[in-house]
Structures are given as C-alpha cells and as structure tokens.
C-alpha cells in the first residue's frame, strides 16, 4: 500500500474536515495551526466573567456535520449537541414593531397580522415565496451541494437544461426575485439580509442565493451545547482518537515547490515538513501570494474572486439583560439598498447599517453572570484596500452608530449599562486569520464577478495543491466549509488514491 502524507495549513472548520475526511480515508494527516488553539474564526475569549464567541454564531444544516462524523465511523451527537433557537431571528425597525421568525406555520402567522394589509395576501406570499425557495435549495443541492461542483464549466455540465429552462434563478439578483415575491417592505427587508449568511449583496447575487431561507425554515436554527466554540472541541476530541497530528503555534511561512508541484511547508522557525499533498485552509489568494510567492501575472487572474465583506465585531458584557433582545436579531437600516451600494459599491463604511445582533444568553445564561447579557453587534462593512482613507477613529465612530441605533429601537441605557467590551476591526482579523483583506466569509457572491463562485478546490498551478474554507466552494459560513473540507478530501482521493 502506497503511503499518501497530508499536510494541512491552518486548522478553520474546512481543515479540520478535510483532515478528518483523510483521515477516514486511509491516508497520514497532520495539521499544522499558527494560533494556540483550533477552530481559525471559530473562535472564543473570556472576559471578566463573560465567555464570547468571537466568530459564527449561528449553526444550520446539522446533516453536513453528520456526514462528517459518519466518515469517521461516528456519531457527532457523542461529541456536540444541538439545542434549538426560537424564535430563529428577531427584526427590529425603526419606529416599527418587530418581526420573529419561526417555523412553526401558526406562530409565523401571528408575526405576518403585525404588517399593515391583509394578513391571508401576506401569508400567501410568504409562502409562495418559501415554495420558489424550496425550488431553488434542492436544484443547488443536488450538484452544487451534493457533487462538489467547482467550476461554472462543472455546473453547466452537470444542469444544463435546468439552466436553459430557467430552473435555476440567475438571470435576477436575490433582490429583484424577492420584490417580485413580495410586496411588504419590511419582508423585503428581512429576506433580502438572508444574503448574510455569506456577506455579500442582495443587488449583486444571484437569485437563486434565496435558497438561503430554506436553510433554516426547513432546516431548524441550532445553538452548540455550552458554547458554539464546543464545535471545535467536539472535533478534537475526533481528531485525537483518529490519531491525527495537530500543531499549535505552527505558523507556516512557504509552501515548498519543485516544478509543477508541491513538496513541503516551511515555518517560522525554519523547520520544514515534506508532504505529498497539502491542503491550505488559508484562504487561496492570500495562500498564492505569500505562501507560494506568485507572480502579478498570475494572482490576477484569482482577483474576480474578491474578498466577502468585512466587519467590524463587537462583543458587550452590559450589568443588566435587555429582554427585548431574543438569541438572534437584525436591526435593519432605514434604506438598505443605500447599505448595499455603500459597503459593496463604494467600498465605504455605512451611515446607517444593518446590523447583526447576538444574545447567547437566551439560550445559555451561562455566558454571562447572573443578570447581566452578552451581546455581539456585527455590521457589514468593506474589507481592507489600499488608500482607502479609513482609520481606527472611523470604527470607533461607527461603533458608537451601531449603539445609538440599538437605543433608538428600544434598547435604552444600552451604552451605559456596559461593563466589559472587546472590539475587533478588519486588520484584527486578516492578522488573526490571515484572510483576504480581513474578510470573514472569504470570497464575495457576485454574479457579474464570478457568476456567484469561489475558488476552484483543485489548484490551476500545482498537481498536489488543494484548497478549502470560505474562500473555495461552496462558500463561506460553517456547513459550506465544512462540506468544502469533505468535498476536497473527496477530490484527493479520487486523484491520489493511498493504494
């Protein structure tokens, strides 16, 4: 039997799948993670008696997980458990009532009676609009999903009349396909930031993104059990039975090259691993650039695969619980469209942004001391550019935007009542994480840049070069990357069999 030594760069949720899909396979895997602990933006801090998950927080789609377990011969419920979360989201508008999300049919019916209009048209139209978003999740699933589809020659191939009948919406923007659907602001509003789920733009991705709902109404929305950084333990505790090798404080400076292909990764402190495969879990173009120190005439041709949004991340530990937060939340902007255009177009920092708002204590009082709430804020803002003339201060200042925008919507005494604050910016994260210019979902959705792709997970450059993570399809948040991880694996032992 032919030996097949695996090396991984950078231990995020898509390497730690991959690893553990190789692993399953038959084949030598090591990990090598320039941070002290696993999980790259699955990530945890603890403050003054307050424990914040600094990265995801929202997990969906459990069965991508569950397949990654049973590759391992497991059961992932041995490892992480599951708490569900209702309302799955909360809506807050200015000088408007709130909007929960559920998918139980007779509490979602109760939230659609607060939106001015006939409460049976609304009803319809949100569910006629859940139907054509059912539509569109199983055509996805089926290749996208399913068959690791990474290129648009491979979609093509594998669609085909499905896109010449107009099975498939890419002829409209996610936006356009819901104002056609439905006709309540408000529900626009709320469908048109499912698009967060990979931050990028409704105006800019393609219509069939409005699978994303599905994933959760049909889906169910989940907490980790203990923390969603338990996710990563739980994957560990995995790797460690499996006896794969995981090395922390291992911060890979070059990917070693000879001809057409790869032979090893150099770290930090000089020492280099030969390997007969690598796999980057950091993101592709960052990993071209600096790992492999590619020519401009070559990386050029990744830039249509362009950074995701950033953000800036804010974490609260307030003396008191704002019980008009529920787990998730969304505090949307006056003119979301002008959000859109300002942080996707003009690559400038939002006037009034929609925000993203956690309150992990509804379902886990634990992470916080008793009475008081642990709130996360994350607005969408540009990722990193060159003479882009934004500075701290302008965080800082947008930071203060996002609070006042909380109290006007009914979260008074929001500013006083902190006791604890920890605040990231883009540079924080392209220097933790090492991503694209700071991004946090890797590669940008956007139809007229690359037709809603990302990075192909088989290198153009390198016959045993492979990539996974947010940046490669299927795309950023936690099951796409970890079904990126399975999907490579999948790609490797296809090509490099162990026998």
């Not at 909360?90 to 209009?117: S, V």
């Amino acid at each position: 039997m032919k030996s097949q030594k695996v090396a991984i760069i950078g231990s995020g949720l898509g390497g730690l799948s991959a690893a553990i899909s190789l692993r399953a396979a038959g084949y030598e895997v090591e990990v090598f993670e320039k941070n002290e602990r696993i999980g790259g933006k699955l990530n945890i801090k603890e403050l003054n008696g307050y424990t914040f998950d600094l990265g995801p927080s929202i997990f969906t789609l459990p069965q991508f997980f569950e397949n990654l377990f049973q590759r391992a011969g497991r059961k992932m419920a041995d490892y992480v458990q599951l708490d569900a979360v209702t309302p799955q989201w909360r809506n807050f508008f200015e000088g408007k009532p709130t909007i929960d999300l559920y998918q139980e049919d007779d509490l979602m019916r109760a939230e659609l009676a607060k939106l001015p209009g006939d409460l049976n048209s609304h009803w319809r139209e949100f569910q006629d609009f859940l139907t054509y978003a059912r539509g569109q999740y199983d055509i996805i699933d089926s290749g996208y999903f399913d068959k690791g589809l990474d290129s648009l020659w491979e979609f093509f191939k594998h669609y085909n009349l499905q896109l010449f009948t107009g099975a498939i919406d890419y002829k409209n923007s996610m936006s356009q396909s819901i104002h056609e659907r439905l006709s309540d602001p408000q529900m626009r509003l709320i469908f048109e930031y499912f698009i967060k789920y990979v931050g990028s733009s409704a105006l800019d991705s393609p219509g069939y993104m409005n699978l994303m709902p599905i994933i959760q109404f049909d889906y169910g929305l989940w907490y980790v059990r203990g923390g969603m950084y338990n996710l990563a333990v739980g994957l560990g505790k995995l790797m460690e039975e499996m006896n794969i090798t995981v090395h922390l404080g291992a911060d890979v400076q070059a990917i070693e090259k000879s001809g057409k292909s790869v032979t090893g990764i150099r770290l930090a402190d000089g020492t280099v691993h030969s390997a007969d495969i690598i796999v980057s879990n950091m993101e592709v173009i960052p990993a071209y650039k600096n790992l492999l120190n590619e020519p401009p005439t070559f990386t050029r041709k990744l830039e249509k695969f362009a950074p995701s949004c950033s953000g800036i991340v804010l974490h609260l530990g307030t003396d008191c619980v704002f019980p008009q937060l529920a787990h998730h939340n969304f505090f949307y902007s006056e003119n979301q469209h002008k959000h859109f255009q300002t942080v996707f177009h003009k690559k400038q920092l939002p006037d009034d942004p929609t925000l993203y708002v956690v309150a992990p204590t509804r379902t886990d009082p634990d992470k916080a001391p008793e009475g008081c709430d642990n709130i996360k804020i994350l607005p969408h803002i540009p990722p990193l550019e060159d003479n882009s003339g934004i500075t701290h201060e302008d965080y800082v200042a947008l930071k203060d935007r996002c609070i006042d925008k909380m109290e006007r919507c009914g979260l008074t005494g929001l500013r006083d009542s902190i006791v604890t604050e920890d605040f990231l910016t883009p540079i924080d994260i392209e220097r933790m994480y090492r991503s694209n210019q700071g991004s946090i979902y890797g590669v940008v959705t956007d139809w007229k840049k690359n037709y809603g792709f990302k990075a192909p997970k088989t290198s153009t450059k390198y016959r045993n070069l492979y990539f996974t993570g947010g940046s490669t399809n299927p795309g950023g948040g936690m099951p796409m990357v970890i079904l990126s991880g399975q999907s490579c694996a999948d790609r490797i032992i296809k090509r490099h069999p162990v026998s």
